[in-house]
C-alpha cells in the first residue's frame, strides 16, 4: 500500500496551526484583545477631547447603580465572575489538548509559599517604580489621571476592590501571559517575538490611561515574560499583579483627597 504523500503532511501541521492561530485569536477577542480595541477607542476619544490628558480622569472601580447599594453589588460581582470566563475557557482547551489544565501554565496550589514569596518580591520591585513612573507621566501630560476607585462609601466597597484586582491578575497573567506565550511558542514563534507580543498586548489595553499607561505596562510585560520564562509558573505573577492592584486601589481610597502628591480629578 503506498505511503502518503508528504504534501499530505504539510498540509495536516498546517491545518494544525490554523486550528491555534484561530483559538488564540477567538480567546483574545472574548477578553484582552477586546480589552485592547477598546482601549485604543477611548484613548483616540481623551485625545481629541478639548483639554490635555492629565485634565481628564480614567476610573478603573466605579459604581453601577449610584444610591442603590444592593443592585450595584450585585452587578459588580456579576462583572467581576463573567471576567473570569475566558480564563476558564483556556482551562478547558488546555484540557482538551491533553495538558492538566491551567496546572500546566503553573497556576495551581502545589507550591504556595514560593508563588508568594516571588510574587511579594516583584510587587514591591514594580510597585515603587510603577507608581513614580506614573506622577512623572502625568506631570509631563502624557497620562490622564487615574482614579482606582470610586466606589460609595458601604461595606462592600473593600472586599470588591479586593475581588477585583484578584479578577484582574487572574485574567491578565493567565491569558495574555501564560496562556499566549505557550500558543505562541506552540505556532513556531520566536522567544523574542513572543516576549514583544505580549508585552505590546498588555500595554495596548491600558492605552486608556494614556501614553504613561501603555509604555509602563509594556515594561511591566517584558519583566513578567522574563521572570515567567525563568520559574516555569504563573502563579507568582499572579500573586505580584494582585498585590499591586490590592495595594493601588485600597490605598487610593484610604488617601484621596488626603495626600498633597496623589492626583485626584
Do not use: C
Amino acid at each position: 500500500m503506498r505511503a502518503d504523500p508528504e504534501p499530505v503532511v504539510g498540509t495536516l501541521r498546517e491545518d494544525g496551526r490554523r486550528v491555534l492561530r484561530t483559538e488564540t485569536l477567538l480567546v483574545l477577542a472574548l477578553s484582552l484583545g477586546a480589552s485592547a480595541v477598546s482601549a485604543l477607542i477611548s484613548f483616540i476619544g481623551s485625545l481629541t477631547k478639548p483639554g490635555g490628558l492629565k485634565d481628564q480622569a480614567a476610573t478603573l472601580n466605579g459604581s453601577y447603580a449610584p444610591g442603590r447599594p444592593w443592585l450595584d453589588l450585585s452587578w459588580q460581582l456579576f462583572g467581576i465572575a463573567t471576567a473570569l470566563v475566558p480564563v476558564l475557557l483556556v482551562a478547558h482547551l488546555l484540557t482538551r489538548e491533553g495538558a492538566p489544565g491551567l496546572r500546566v501554565l503553573g497556576f495551581d496550589r502545589t507550591r504556595p509559599r514560593a508563588d508568594l514569596g516571588r510574587g511579594v518580591l516583584v510587587a514591591a520591585g514594580i510597585g515603587s517604580a510603577g507608581l513614580a513612573f506614573y506622577l512623572a507621566a502625568r506631570a509631563s501630560g502624557f497620562n490622564l489621571t487615574v482614579v482606582p476607585e470610586a466606589l460609595p462609601d458601604v461595606w462592600w466597597k473593600f472586599p470588591v476592590l479586593i475581588l477585583s484586582a484578584v479578577q484582574n491578575s487572574v485574567v491578565e497573567e493567565v491569558i495574555v501571559l501564560a496562556y499566549l506565550l505557550r500558543r505562541l511558542d506552540g505556532l513556531g514563534w520566536s522567544p523574542m517575538a513572543a516576549l514583544l507580543a505580549s508585552s505590546v498586548l498588555r500595554g495596548s489595553y491600558h492605552l486608556y490611561q494614556g501614553i504613561g499607561g501603555f509604555l509602563g505596562n509594556v515594561v511591566m510585560g517584558v519583566v513578567f515574560v522574563l521572570l515567567y520564562r525563568r520559574w516555569g509558573r504563573v502563579g507568582p505573577l499572579v500573586v505580584a499583579h494582585a498585590l499591586l492592584d490590592i495595594v493601588a486601589f485600597g490605598g487610593y481610597a484610604l488617601l484621596a483627597g488626603k495626600v498633597g502628591w496623589l492626583p485626584t480629578p
